[in-house]
């Protein structure tokens, strides 16, 4: 899971998709208002939604 702020200056959004390109199971989640930093509601939504879903589907 890949989540990147589209206007995140200090490492631009081209270098995660780059990575998403070369990682086949990769899901990448550009989020278009928001830039470094995981301080905005929809990037939070987004690392909620996926730590939820990896521990749902967690092998212990």
Known sequence: MLIHGRLDISSPADIAWR????WPDAELHLVEQEGHGAGGGETQELILAALDRFARTAKI
């Open 19 to 22: 990575m998403a390109q070369a």
